[in-house]
């Protein structure tokens, strides 16, 4: 158990449907990330918080729409999504100065 | 953001034999990061080297760097059939400060 929990931690949704992944840690950190990880390729950093503010959007599609309510939460908003948008979805958080970070386990997502 | 890349892409060993994985990366660095991910799971921190350290041991793990070499490794002594999983490193320097990324990393299997 590292700190950082995640729900659902499975999830089948359709190209139409609205869906939203939940991030939640109580270590005290600061910062917070989503990162997607999809079959054979290198985990992508989505999307970086720190003391609430965004300070990365590494070009992800507006389909993704972060909230970062507190320091403590972090939501991924899921809406017309696509099959290959498919993969397993990490949230993390860290102290702002990134040294080690602490992983959920994550949500599986299928997108039909 | 820089990210490392780990040799091999696969390792496969038997339970008691060591286990060596490497990582290069490009650009100048503060720390050097190492992860583990069981399958399926989120990744969890092993170990952190700084740029003016040159080894690091935690119990099993021995970590060295060679910033020279633009590279460092990471030894698993004595291996288990429970260290099967992917080894991830990241860079941390300059623009990747609080935003790691990481490569496809090193498969490790370890027959019992």
């Known amino acids: 158990e590292t700190g950082v929990t995640q729900t659902p931690r499975h999830l089948v949704m359709g190209m139409t449907n609205k869906k939203s992944l939940k991030c939640e840690q109580h270590?005290?950190?600061?910062?917070m990330y989503w990162y997607k990880q999809s079959a054979k390729k290198p985990l992508e950093l989505m999307f970086v918080?720190?003391?609430?503010?965004?300070?990365e959007n590494n070009s992800v599609p507006s389909r993704f729409s972060p909230e970062c309510p507190n320091s403590s939460h972090l939501f991924l908003h899921l809406h017309t999504l696509q099959p290959e948008d498919s993969a397993l979805y990490l949230c993390?958080?860290?102290?702002?100065?990134?040294?080690?970070?602490?992983f959920g386990s994550g949500t599986q997502l299928s997108v039909l | 953001s820089q990210q490392g890349e780990e040799d091999p892409q696969a390792l496969s060993i038997q339970e008691g034999e060591n286990a060596t994985m490497n990582c290069s990366y490009k650009?100048?660095?503060?720390?050097l990061q190492w992860y583990r991910q069981n399958s399926g799971r989120g990744l969890v921190h092993l170990i952190l080297?700084?740029?003016?350290?040159r080894e690091k041991h935690s119990g099993r793990l021995r970590v060295t760097l060679d910033t020279s070499k633009k590279s460092s490794s990471l030894l698993i002594t004595a291996s288990r059939a429970a260290d099967t999983a992917s080894y991830f490193c990241?860079?941390?320097?300059?623009?990747?400060?609080?935003?790691?990324?990481f490569g496809q990393g090193t498969i490790l299997t370890v027959h019992p």
């Open positions: 993390a958080s860290s102290h702002n100065d990134g040294t080690e970070l602490f």
């Open positions: 270590l005290g950190h600061n910062a």
């Open positions: 918080y720190n003391f609430k503010e965004q300070t």
């Open positions: 650009t100048s660095i503060n720390n």
């Open positions: 080297i700084r740029s003016n350290e």
């Open positions: 990241a860079p941390v320097g300059g623009t990747s400060y609080g935003k790691l990324t």
